[in-house]
């Protein structure tokens, strides 16, 4: 019945792929690099697929294989970061006026790479920020494709088609791998292809509003246009992110991808694109209802529905001690350097679940980079929501996605550390923050896409949709 089950499902990926191919599109083979990335991101490491499982240590030597990081994923992931360099440097011109047109995302690196020589542990700390510099150098091997559009789509295509079908697959048919006890409680959870169920929403939300995005899209065109198995496939990824989401029990992640969602929606709406000052409103009024119900307890009735406590199930009181444990409040311990060492020690003696997270992504930035950190990154978040606005003004296509990211990676940052190396959310938060430069720049830079093509093709679209549009 498993190898049936396993024959079903790869044929159900394969016409995944099938049903939504764009023949015509090309996007260059060096999109492989930045896939495979995000596979194991959006996953488990290597190292644990080859694993053969078993409890997990609670002792002393874990929080030391936390602290040393594994040869095998480390050798892997300097294998993909030396081709996704090599592709870049390739790319050299387009990249340079890229980077230039990003300085608040380069001072944060260059800071986060800076305080490594405060670290207690600088090792670590500079181990870290070469995987974090990996994370952008991905990012930057997608938007740098000749056909940016085509990549991006094809990139959390990749991904999702195969991550949340095999999730599923791991969790009915194969449960040493899909499923595991809590070593703390005993209790059972689903985790699919991840290692935990918060894990398992977190790539349910990641992968599953780009299906989202692309049904309205497609929904938005005329019937002559509209590519039906497109719709139908994904749907099916979007019933089944909400079929994992609601089996794992994963309050956070769903929340995030109903505001986002609902940014989307709302975005999309011919009254907002008309009117793209309303977007401001729709995007501020969705922060402001997660950040109420939060921390200022405004509807808090929203946190009783969603099963969840005013205490953010026990996140507060980590909160409270981890304040009281930073060892420099203007920069930080140093980057990725407070959950390692003697203070990880100290915490976990206290912490039954032995957490390495403050469970809140602007938190984390202050603890490991103090307020120069914040302040860095509340520049990335206001640069980069200019940056997104301004695109879905020009319409550029992917800007509404990149809008529903922006709005996701805020808003789960509230209850969940994400501004961190390899994790996907951060990877959509850089993929929709990083500033593309206008296309006369990209043109003395020598890059020729988008193409000239691509762009009468954009201006024609809009055109006859402005042509066959009836007045409101």
Request: proline share 4%; with cysteine; net charge positive.
């Amino acid at each position: 019945m498993t190898l049936v089950a396993t024959a079903v499902f790869i044929c159900v990926m394969l016409g995944f792929f099938a049903l939504d191919r764009e023949p015509k599109a090309r996007t260059s083979l060096a999109l492989w690099i930045p896939v495979v990335w995000f596979w194991i991101a959006c996953s488990r490491n290597v190292s644990e697929w080859l694993s053969s499982g078993g409890p997990v240590s609670t002792s002393l030597d874990s929080a030391n294989r936390y602290l040393d990081g594994n040869p095998v994923d480390r050798n892997i992931m300097s294998v993909l970061l030396s081709l996704g360099l090599f592709v870049l440097w390739t790319r050299r011109r387009v990249v340079g006026a890229t980077l230039r047109a990003n300085l608040p995302i380069l001072s944060f690196f260059l800071y986060c790479a800076i305080s490594s020589l405060w670290s207690e542990h600088p090792d670590v700390s500079i181990k870290r920020w070469v995987k974090v510099v990996a994370d952008l150098v991905m990012v930057l091997v997608v938007l740098t494709d000749r056909d940016r559009f085509t990549a991006i789509k094809r990139l959390l295509t990749r991904v999702g088609f195969v991550m949340i079908p095999l999730s599923i697959l791991l969790i009915r048919y194969y449960s040493d791998l899909g499923r595991a006890y809590n070593p703390w409680d005993g209790g059972l959870s689903w985790t699919g292809v991840t290692t935990t169920k918060n894990q398992l929403g977190m790539i349910c939300l990641v992968l599953g509003l780009p299906s989202a995005w692309r049904v309205i899209v497609e929904l938005r065109k005329g019937s002559r246009d509209r590519r039906k198995s497109t719709i139908f496939v994904h749907c099916c990824i979007i019933l089944m992110a909400f079929w994992l989401i609601h089996t794992a029990d994963s309050m956070t992640p769903f929340a995030c991808f109903i505001l986002a969602g609902l940014v989307i929606v709302m975005a999309s709406s011919r009254v907002v694109i008309r009117r793209p000052a309303l977007i401001h409103l729709v995007v501020g009024a969705v922060l402001s209802i997660a950040f109420s119900a939060l921390f200022l307890h405004i509807g808090s009735g929203l946190l009783a529905n969603l099963g969840r406590d005013s205490s953010l199930t026990g996140r507060t009181d980590i909160w409270d001690m981890v304040i009281a444990m930073t060892p420099n409040r203007l920069l930080g311990a140093g980057y990725e350097s407070f959950w390692v060492g003697e203070r990880l020690q100290k915490i976990w003696a206290i912490y039954w679940n032995h957490p390495n997270q403050a469970h809140n992504g602007y938190l984390e930035i202050y603890l490991n980079l103090g307020w120069v950190g914040v302040t860095l990154l509340a520049v990335i978040i206001v640069s980069g929501y200019r940056h997104i606005i301004a695109a879905v003004r020009r319409k550029a296509p992917e800007a509404i996605l990149c809008l529903g990211y922006f709005v996701a990676a805020l808003a789960y940052n509230f209850t969940e550390s994400a501004f961190k190396m390899t994790h996907p959310v951060w990877l959509i938060f850089l993929l929709a923050t990083t500033t593309i430069p206008a296309t006369r720049v990209l043109r003395r830079a020598g890059m020729a896409t988008p193409t000239d093509a691509e762009s009468r093709s954009a201006e024609l679209q809009l055109t006859t949709a402005k042509v066959l549009e009836v007045p409101a």
